[in-house]
């Protein structure tokens, strides 16, 4: 009786009663929502009792036919979020990973005093409610708040943060001549097509001085976050390389471009990963801070379909948005992962990267760097 | 794991995914398809849950105080819910099929969710429905059915600040009786860093001058859009000709949420608000002296706007015999009055008008504005094209109104069709 199969069949039958409670778990709160989230997109749920009850019918694309091919405020309102949001993933992103990069290899010296004191204190926004902080922001950027204050000790009449919904990029238009500025209407030549119901030059608006505290806000909580999986990162190298380097008389800047960047990629994977996923979703300072205002220019994919399901009770076209997201993220994070792709898989070796260690001739005369203590 | 196993593994998730669905389908909140159907009723003593909006503790308080007198009588219990987003409580209410029994709903909602079957259409079973003001049971008629019981109302009045008001030298004589003395008065009034008028920046404040030029945003029926129009156009003109002048400004740009803490704080020394500012004032600016007047009209004569919310009943509530009788008793003179008195707003009922000047005999501003006031638009899929039209007025003054008019012209007609 005691074939190899049967003891095999029962281990297998122990392995699967092991991780039901991951699986039971993971599929009730993650895999069930999405896939009734996919149904009310391709239904006609009016929100009323369950989705998947026996009035609700099947309706096809006809959600994601209107909402994106339907010349409808919908439809702008939804090119309007992509728009901003765009514009935030463009600025957030790079500066929150350059500036947790920084960070992290300011914090990586050994030499340096309290170091577990400012690594704290870089992190501590992170762990901070986005709630409390969202609140302080709103304080801090007030017509007649702090900052404004700061501005006005060196003379600069700072803008209504919150209520100014021109673009940033209509204001430097208007500054070299194109355009008459943000109030005024565009060039006929940009103004007379559109895109998804919104016009060339709605999409060239850049995002509006109220976008930009949202900006600056995500950015100072996130970076801490990084921050902390850069350093994580950093001491995974190990200090022989950089000894090797020091010893070939690399440079500080050397050593950066061509040890610790290309070891560190990784982790850039990961933060740059992580930080196109969140930044698409931004929704809570949204939430609190603007709720889309002023002038639409704070509204996000996220807050939209959130807004349109609950509030306006289209739920079709509110969980169509939401899977449309779901796949500009995707698209995003594919080209992604092309770029940052390993480019010589023949030397998968750790140290063995290409250009990694290269002597630098002539050795230079500056002070060899490593992490000597 | 070799292939087979990852297929099996497959299936096991899909088949639980499956299975979870079908609970989700088994439980069953079909029944009350038809919206009109009333529920079997539940036997004996029941607690009806009932979900308000509030200022704070004590409007709940006073709600718990009121519906005393109808627990004592029926030996039912009522829970006073206070939400903090009602709009989304009863969203999440209405698809778990669980909503409140009786819940506060406000005009602007009141078509999403009669259209989407969330509401009884009860109107037609309560006695005083002739007592009510006509324009209200007509904010809360959807296709043809009345269906649920005004609370209260509200209308725009000038607020006024009256110890910036006499130091600019301002008499009584000189309370703004048309647009050109308002223009007059807000710039006297304007100073540093006050300005004589704060405004909210939406069409539920600029829509008054809208009224006072004579035009509106849709027909009287609401069958068809009047956004487009000289009069409109007349309107808006005059708010960005006031918001030009420097001597009026929105909210946002004086620090301020709303006009009343524009007011309150010494921003503003008028603002247009409703009868709301009163329990305002009363809790964040104790110390603000205020008297509220008629608007001042435009060329086509008086205009101000109102508002409104109505008791809902859900469709899917077991006790929504116990949930009429409920409305039945809050919509009669005495404990209506009670309400309007302690929130500060106008009960619906037209018999109990004399008791409410009677009790605020400085507020007649307010109730004056019953007789000419224009009601929101109650239309299905009309709320995120107010919106939107709201989001443009933002721009005045330097956006161009006409084309705001448009604009709303053409979204309107697109979700009326």
């Given amino acids: ?373 | 794991m070799s292939r087979k196993t990852t297929t099996a593994a497959v299936a096991a998730c899909l088949t639980g995914v499956l299975a979870l669905a079908a609970c989700g389908g088994g439980g069953g909140f079909d029944s009350g398809a038809d919206s009109g159907a009333t529920q079997p009723t539940a036997s004996g003593p029941v607690t009806l849950k009932f979900m308000i909006t509030s200022n704070g503790p004590a409007d709940v308080k006073l709600q718990q105080d009121t519906v005393k007198a109808w627990e004592t009588k029926t030996g039912n219990k009522v829970e006073v819910i206070a939400a903090s987003d009602i709009n989304q409580q009863l969203t999440q209410g209405f698809a778990a099929g669980s909503p409140a029994d009786v819940f506060f709903t406000d005009a602007n909602v009141f078509p999403t969710y009669a259209k989407a079957g969330n509401m009884l259409a009860y109107g037609d079973q309560l006695d005083m429905k002739s007592d009510f003001y006509e324009g209200l049971v007509k904010t809360f008629t959807y296709d043809d059915k009345f269906y649920c019981a005004p609370k209260d109302f509200s209308t725009l009045a000038l607020i006024i600040n009256t110890d910036m008001w006499t130091k600019a030298g301002l008499t009584d004589a000189d309370v703004p009786k048309t647009w050109a003395d308002l223009e007059t008065v807000s710039k006297k009034l304007t100073t540093g860093g006050v300005k004589g008028l704060v405004i909210g920046d939406t069409r539920d404040r600029v829509g008054a001058f809208m009224k006072q030029a004579g035009g509106w945003i849709a027909n009287a029926d609401q069958t068809q859009m009047t956004a487009d129009t000289p009069e409109n156009l007349a309107g808006l003109q005059e708010v960005q000709k006031l918001l030009a002048s420097g001597s009026a400004a929105y909210p946002k740009s004086v620090d301020s949420g709303w006009g009343g803490e524009a007011i309150g704080k010494g921003k503003a020394a008028m603002t247009i608000e409703g009868n709301w500012i009163k329990g305002a004032v009363k809790n964040d600016f104790p110390d603000l002296k205020w008297k509220a007047f008629e608007l001042p009209e435009g060329p086509q004569g008086k205009g101000t706007l109102s508002f409104t919310q109505c008791y809902g009943i859900a469709s899917v509530s077991k006790n929504q015999a116990a949930a009429i009788d409920l409305v039945k008793y809050l919509s009669t003179a005495e404990p209506a009055l009670a309400l309007a008195k302690g929130l500060g707003v106008m009960p619906s009922l037209k018999s109990a008008a004399d008791g409410y000047k009677a009790a605020f005999p400085d507020e007649a501003a307010f109730l004056a504005g019953a007789e000419y006031a224009q009601g929101p638009v109650t239309v299905a899929g009309m709320d995120p094209v107010l919106k939107d039209f709201d989001t443009q007025l933002q721009g005045l003054p330097g956006a161009d109104p006409k084309a705001m008019l448009a604009r709303l012209q053409k979204n309107g007609q697109a979700a009326l069709s």
């Fill in chain 1, 1 to 373: 009786m005691r074939r190899g199969g049967s003891a095999r069949a029962a281990e297998t039958r122990s392995g699967w009663l092991f991780v039901s409670p991951v699986i039971i778990v993971l599929g009730l709160f993650l895999v069930a929502p999405i896939v009734i989230a996919f149904w009310v997109s391709v239904s006609d749920w009016n929100g009323r009792g369950s989705p998947l009850s026996s009035g609700v019918s099947f309706v096809g694309a006809e959600n994601y036919r209107q909402l994106l091919t339907e010349d409808s405020l919908t439809r702008s309102d939804f090119a309007t979020s992509l728009r901003n949001n765009f514009y935030y993933v463009l600025l957030v992103v790079p500066i929150q990973t350059v500036l947790a990069l920084a960070l992290a290899l300011l914090l990586n010296q050994r030499r340096l005093k309290g170091l577990s004191f400012f690594r704290t204190a870089y992190y501590f926004p992170s762990v901070t409610s986005s709630v409390a902080i969202a609140s302080v922001f709103l304080f801090l950027f007030a017509g007649g708040g702090s900052v404004n204050a700061l501005l006005g000790i060196f003379g600069i009449d700072g803008p209504q943060w919150f209520a100014d919904p021109r673009g940033v990029l209509h204001i430097a238009l208007g500054w070299v001549g194109i355009g008459n500025g943000a109030d005024g209407p565009g060039p006929v030549a940009l103004t007379s097509h559109d895109f998804l119901g919104l016009s060339w030059w709605d999409w060239l608006a850049g995002p509006s001085v109220a976008m930009l505290t949202i900006i600056a806000l995500v950015i100072w909580v996130s970076a801490g976050g990084y921050m902390l999986l850069f350093l994580a990162g950093l001491q995974n190298v190990s200090s022989d390389v950089y000894e090797a380097a020091a010893i070939d008389g690399a440079t500080r800047w050397r050593t950066l471009r061509s040890i610790t960047l290309p070891l560190l990629r990784p982790t850039l994977f990961t933060v740059l990963t992580l930080g196109l996923i969140g930044t698409w979703q931004v929704f809570d300072q949204v939430y609190i801070m603007s709720k889309g205002n002023p002038g639409k220019t704070t509204l996000t994919p996220a807050f939209l379909s959130y807004d349109q399901s609950i509030n306006n009770g289209q739920w079709g076209s509110g969980t169509a948005m939401s899977f449309v997201l779901f796949g500009i993220i995707v698209v995003f994070t594919a080209i992604q992962s092309l770029v940052l792709r390993d480019r010589d898989p023949g030397s998968r070796g750790r140290f063995g990267r290409r250009r990694a260690v290269q002597p630098v001739t002539p050795p230079n005369s500056m002070q060899p760097m490593g992490p000597t203590t």
